[in-house]
């Protein structure tokens, strides 16, 4: 493998990791707060049909990317109600809202473009597109460095840049601000919170609706920046594997970057090396795209035991009268 392939690859690994990494530090709010999330799947398939409905009609990436976070929201407010508000079972919950969007994406597609339940094909000018970083064409001749700012730095959508920078700005909430100190005691132990006179309902409201928004970045980028508008059940699983991002990652957002790199690249070796040649032995395409999910499966089996998630996960509060 030369160099120029090695950048090629890794470009790749930037590009289809960064919607897991937007999922998983999504998964992050809302687990921290003691909501276990399985629906961060559905909300980033409505938040892909909302940005590429919008994006559409109205030409504007700008205009999607709103969509596709209000539809996001929108299905984590379902959540938080039925799981929070209604003490209903999270996972139960996070299941239904999968099962609500991936039936009515489908459903609004064929109603609205009647084309199978895609939208239209999107236009340059209703994508996000590359942003060339200053002197990358100047630094392109520099051996090593040039090759590595140009093609690897540069030339990414904003909500690439953007999702890098969600990882140190997600830490500092966490752990160095009051509102992430209260989040993450809620995660732990709601009743001391509660005697501390800070709602537990309204913090974990308040969690659900930063993963919404950050479901919804992760879920725009699929169609309106990494592909060219919304197909059927584009997220293809990616909400599932960012949640075993986040159980690797043992719910840290630097962990989580280094975790969904990973299966980025995974899925970028699998997309180049299609029926690959191993001396004679030939590795199947279909056993080089299932490489992502069967570490999934791997990182489930081995490490869900070892990673200890927030003591209140999954419990609704109760409050005490």
């Known amino acids: 493998m030369d160099f120029a392939t090695l950048l090629q690859i890794l470009d790749s690994t930037v590009r289809l990791g960064t919607p897991l990494l937007l999922a998983c530090l999504a998964g992050l709010f809302s687990e921290r707060a003691g909501v276990f999330d399985i629906g961060l799947e559905g909300k980033m398939l409505m938040a892909a049909f909302c940005a590429g409905a919008v994006a559409a009609v109205t030409g504007s990436p700008w205009a999607g990317l709103l969509a596709g976070v209000a539809g996001s929201v929108a299905l984590g407010m379902v959540h938080a109600l039925a799981s929070i508000s209604f003490r209903g079972n999270q996972l139960i919950s996070g299941v239904a809202i999968n099962f609500l969007a991936s039936g009515l994406t489908v459903l609004l597609g064929q109603n609205l473009f009647?084309?199978?339940?895609r939208t239209p094909s999107l236009m340059k000018e209703g994508r996000f597109q590359p942003i060339t970083l200053p002197g990358a064409e100047t630094l392109r001749e520099v051996p090593v460095i040039g090759p590595v700012y140009a093609d690897l730095i540069s030339g990414h959508s904003i909500l690439v840049y953007l999702a890098f920078a969600l990882v140190p700005l997600s830490w500092w909430v966490l752990a160095r601000t009051r509102f992430g100190l209260r989040l993450r005691a809620v995660g732990e132990n709601p009743a001391a919170v509660d005697t501390a006179g800070i709602s537990v309902a309204r913090m974990r409201y308040l969690a659900l609706t930063i993963t919404g928004v950050l479901c919804g970045l992760a879920g725009a980028y699929l169609a309106i920046a990494l592909s060219a508008g919304f197909v059927k059940e584009m997220t293809a699983g990616r909400g599932y594997i960012a949640l075993a991002a986040l159980i690797f990652a043992k719910w840290r957002p630097v962990p989580a970057l280094g975790a969904t790199m990973l299966f980025g690249l995974l899925e970028a070796v699998s997309n180049r090396y299609q029926n690959l040649d191993l001396g004679g032995v030939v590795i199947p395409?279909?056993?080089?795209?299932?490489?992502?999910?069967?570490?999934?499966?791997i990182i489930l089996a081995g490490f869900v035991g070892k990673a200890i998630p927030p003591r209140a996960g999954g419990e609704p509060y109760v409050k005490e009268r």
């Open 114 to 117: 009647h084309l199978g339940g």
């Open 285 to 297: 395409v279909q056993a080089m795209q299932a490489l992502p999910y069967v570490l999934t499966v």
